[in-house]
C-alpha cells in the first residue's frame, strides 16, 4: 500500500513537472474550436508530419 | 494517414456501438498532439461484432506489423474469439478494444462518456475525466506527458467557466 502510494506521488510530481511546459495558449484555442475543427486540425497536422518524414527520407 | 472522418463516419453510419478512448478522445477533449490512430472500445454483443465486421470488411482490415501473407480475415467470429486488435485498413489505422486496462468494456464506461455529434454522425467519447482516470491506471511511462496535459485542458475548462 505504502509503495502504491509512493508510486502515485512519483507519478504525480512527474505528470506536474510536464504541466508547467504544456503551451496552454495552443489548449486555449483548441477550446474555442468545435470538436469537428479540432479532428481537422488533427487531419492536417498528420499531413504535415506525413510530408516532413517523406521530405527527410529524400533529404537523408 | 489516417482518415479519423471516414472511419468515425463508417462505424457510427453503420449503427457500430463504440466509445471513443486514447488519442482521438484527446483530440475531441482539445489535446494538441498528433495522434496517429483511432482507438475505439466496441460492445461486444453478438449483433455489434457483426456490424463491426460487416462494414470494415470493404477497407481490408489487417493486423498491423503481421507478416505479410499471414492469413487474416476480422470477421465476427475473428473478433468474438479475440479482444482488442490493433489494424490498418484503407482508411487508415483502427484499434479496436473489447476491454481496456483500468476502464474495462463498453459498458462499464458507457455512463462516463458524452455524446458528440461529429461529422454528420453521432458517437461516443470517453468523457475527461474517465480519460484521465484511464490513463492513470494504465500506469505507461509514454503516457504522463498526455495525462499532464488533458490535466491541463481540465484545469483550462475549469477556469473558464469559473
Do not use: W
Request: aromatic share 6%; charged share 30%; proline share 2%.
Amino acid at each position: 500500500m505504502a509503495a502504491k502510494r509512493a508510486g502515485r506521488a512519483e507519478t504525480d510530481q512527474v505528470i506536474e513537472a510536464y504541466k508547467r511546459h504544456i503551451d496552454r495558449s495552443l489548449l486555449r484555442e483548441n477550446l474555442r474550436l468545435t470538436v469537428e475543427q479540432r479532428f481537422k486540425n488533427l487531419q492536417r497536422l498528420q499531413l504535415f508530419a506525413s510530408e516532413l518524414r517523406k521530405s527527410l527520407r529524400r533529404g537523408g | 494517414m489516417t482518415d479519423f472522418e471516414s472511419l468515425i463516419r463508417l462505424l457510427a453510419g453503420s449503427g457500430v456501438e463504440f466509445i471513443l478512448v486514447g488519442g482521438a478522445a484527446a483530440t475531441a477533449h482539445g489535446s494538441a498532439r498528433l495522434t496517429q490512430d483511432l482507438d475505439i472500445l466496441y460492445r461486444r454483443s453478438p449483433e455489434n461484432m457483426v456490424r463491426l465486421a460487416a462494414c470494415l470488411a470493404t477497407h481490408h482490415p489487417y493486423l498491423r506489423d503481421a507478416p505479410t501473407g499471414l492469413p487474416f480475415r476480422l470477421d465476427a467470429e475473428t473478433i468474438q474469439r479475440g479482444l482488442n486488435f490493433t489494424l490498418m485498413t484503407d482508411l487508415g489505422a483502427l484499434d479496436l478494444f473489447g476491454e481496456i486496462t483500468g476502464g474495462g468494456r463498453y459498458e462499464d464506461l458507457l455512463n462516463d462518456t458524452i455524446q458528440l455529434e461529429l461529422f454528420g454522425v453521432t458517437c461516443r467519447c470517453l468523457g475527461l475525466n474517465r480519460l484521465i482516470e484511464v490513463k492513470r491506471a494504465a500506469g505507461r511511462p509514454r503516457d504522463l506527458e498526455a495525462i499532464a496535459e488533458l490535466e491541463a485542458l481540465r484545469e483550462e475548462r475549469e477556469r473558464t467557466s469559473r
